[in-house]
């Protein structure tokens, strides 16, 4: 969809690209970093300064209490980070539960590895954890349990009693619990995010993955990371080196700049500035006929394009695209086969100019 946006010259809202500007901190300390010759190797879990960094923000933030030097990885992006936890932890044949709608990248590094996803459907339209559906997806083969809160695509944030059911049964079944919490800051409407990791008893078998993509609006930078007890993080070390050596490392010196120099205020007006571009992109979609789940966290809104012209959710993200020159995701992208074909996904990690545009062309759709 983003190639024939751009092909078309029309407005993305299907890639989480993130076009926003960056903070000053960041780009200022990278372009530093470039000209002082810091552009060599990294040790393989990357630079001191951002470890620390890392975990003053985990402590602070997320509740968690990490080692700089033995419980954090520095990673190509958070994605690196999963695909590492995966090739450390995980053989092929094990399951692994997904809940749906799923982020893909999550479920194509399983079946890349030759690892089984078993998917947990989340019940519309508040995506709302079935426990007994969880208990039941639960086998003699299960090895882990994958949780992406705040959701890409859904925007749901796991609440406290969800997140604890699962650990209770993680704990039963001596379970990896794997957490992407990349859009950790993005929350809407007093959401609170919550690191599985913080629960009692499951630091040792959470490990939680963030990244610094979305908060400081650098997706095409690469640089994630990792927070795991120590008894797992040599070998995520290992494949992750294999992989990608380290993270770049140039970059890493502005995203330690950006954690030290930006405190609660940033996080907090960006949470405000992206609920409001929420609730413009929501009433844009109600107009155009295209009722939207509202979400809690993340940046985007799964809607329902039942309406709109096609057999699947391809085609009528193709026909939106046509219509109006806004490209939004086929639903189906995040469903396991046959769900998801009267949805769209739709991205609004954009400025205020274009996003003002997609929104106004949007209501057109129902003229």
Same mark, same amino acid.
């Given at each position: 969809?983003?190639?024939? =946006?751009?092909?078309?010259?029309?407005?993305?809202?299907?890639?989480?690209?993130?076009?926003?500007?960056?903070?000053?901190?960041?780009?200022?300390?990278?372009?530093?970093?470039?000209?002082?010759?810091?552009?060599? $190797?990294?040790?393989?879990?990357?630079?001191?300064?951002? !470890?620390a960094?890392?975990?003053?923000?985990?402590?602070?933030?997320?509740?968690?209490?990490?080692?700089?030097?033995?419980?954090?990885?520095?990673?190509?992006?958070?994605?690196?980070?999963?695909?590492?936890?995966?090739?450390?932890?995980?053989?092929?044949?094990?399951?692994?539960v997904?809940?749906?709608?799923?982020?893909?990248?999550?479920?194509?590094?399983?079946t890349?590895?030759?690892?089984?996803?078993v998917?947990?459907?989340?019940?519309?339209?508040?995506?709302?954890?079935?426990?007994?559906?969880?208990?039941?997806?639960?086998?003699?083969?299960?090895?882990?349990?994958?949780?992406?809160?705040?959701?890409?695509?859904?925007?749901?944030?796991?609440?406290?009693?969800?997140?604890?059911?699962i650990?209770?049964?993680?704990?039963?079944?001596?379970?990896?619990?794997?957490?992407?919490?990349? $859009?950790?800051?993005?929350l809407?409407?007093?959401?609170?995010?919550?690191?599985?990791?913080?629960?009692?008893?499951?630091?040792?078998?959470?490990?939680?993955?963030?990244?610094?993509?979305?908060? /400081?609006?650098?997706?095409?930078?690469?640089?994630?990371?990792?927070?795991?007890?120590p008894?797992?993080?040599?070998?995520? +070390? $290992?494949?992750?080196?294999?992989?990608?050596?380290c993270?770049?490392?140039?970059?890493?010196?502005?995203?330690?700049? +950006?954690?030290?120099?930006?405190?609660?205020?940033?996080?907090?007006?960006?949470?405000?500035?992206?609920?409001?571009?929420?609730?413009?992109?929501?009433?844009?979609?109600v107009?155009?006929?295209?009722?939207?789940s509202?979400?809690?966290?993340?940046?985007?809104?799964?809607?329902?394009?039942?309406?709109?012209?096609?057999?699947?959710?391809?085609?009528?993200? !193709?026909?939106?695209?046509?219509?109006?020159?806004?490209?939004?995701?086929?639903?189906?992208?995040f /469903?396991?086969?046959?769900?998801?074909?009267?949805?769209?996904?739709? =991205? $609004?990690?954009?400025?205020?100019?274009?996003?003002?545009?997609? =929104?106004q062309r949007?209501?057109?759709?129902?003229?």
């Open positions: 969809m983003s190639v024939e =946006c751009d092909r078309i010259q029309g407005i993305n809202l299907a890639q989480g690209v993130c076009d926003t500007e960056l903070p000053a901190p960041v780009v200022e300390a990278a372009i530093a970093a470039i000209h002082n010759g810091k552009n060599i $190797y990294t040790r393989l879990d990357g630079i001191p300064q951002l !470890r960094a890392i975990a003053q923000k985990l402590a602070h933030y997320n509740r968690l209490s990490c080692d700089p030097d033995t419980g954090i990885l520095v990673t190509a992006g958070a994605t690196g980070a999963f695909f590492a936890a995966c090739m450390a932890l995980l053989n092929p044949g094990d399951e692994v997904l809940f749906e709608p799923y982020y893909g990248y999550h479920r194509n590094t399983l890349s590895l030759r690892l089984t996803p998917t947990v459907l989340l019940d519309a339209p508040t995506w709302e954890l079935d426990e007994d559906r969880l208990k039941q997806a639960i086998t003699a083969e299960t090895r882990a349990i994958v949780i992406n809160t705040p959701c890409n695509p859904s925007g749901k944030v796991f609440t406290r009693k969800e997140l604890e059911a650990a209770k049964l993680a704990q039963q079944h001596d379970l990896f619990v794997i957490t992407d919490e990349i $859009y950790e800051y993005f809407c409407d007093n959401a609170e995010h919550i690191s599985m990791a913080s629960l009692p008893g499951m630091a040792e078998q959470t490990i939680t993955m963030s990244g610094f993509s979305k908060t /400081f609006s650098i997706t095409g930078w690469r640089l994630g990371y990792l927070a795991a007890d008894r797992w993080i040599p070998s995520i +070390g $290992y494949f992750h080196d294999l992989t990608y050596v993270a770049p490392a140039p970059l890493q010196h502005g995203a330690a700049a +950006g954690l030290m120099d930006l405190h609660d205020d940033f996080y907090r007006d960006l949470a405000k500035e992206y609920q409001q571009k929420r609730d413009q992109l929501v009433e844009a979609l107009a155009a006929g295209m009722p939207p509202v979400p809690d966290g993340a940046y985007y809104i799964l809607a329902d394009a039942s309406r709109i012209p096609g057999a699947t959710a391809k085609e009528k993200a !193709r026909n939106v695209l046509a219509r109006c020159g806004v490209a939004a995701v086929a639903g189906s992208a /469903f396991t086969e046959g769900r998801g074909e009267n949805l769209l996904r739709f =991205c $609004y990690a954009k400025k205020a100019a274009p996003l003002a545009e997609a =929104c949007l209501r057109s759709l129902n003229g």
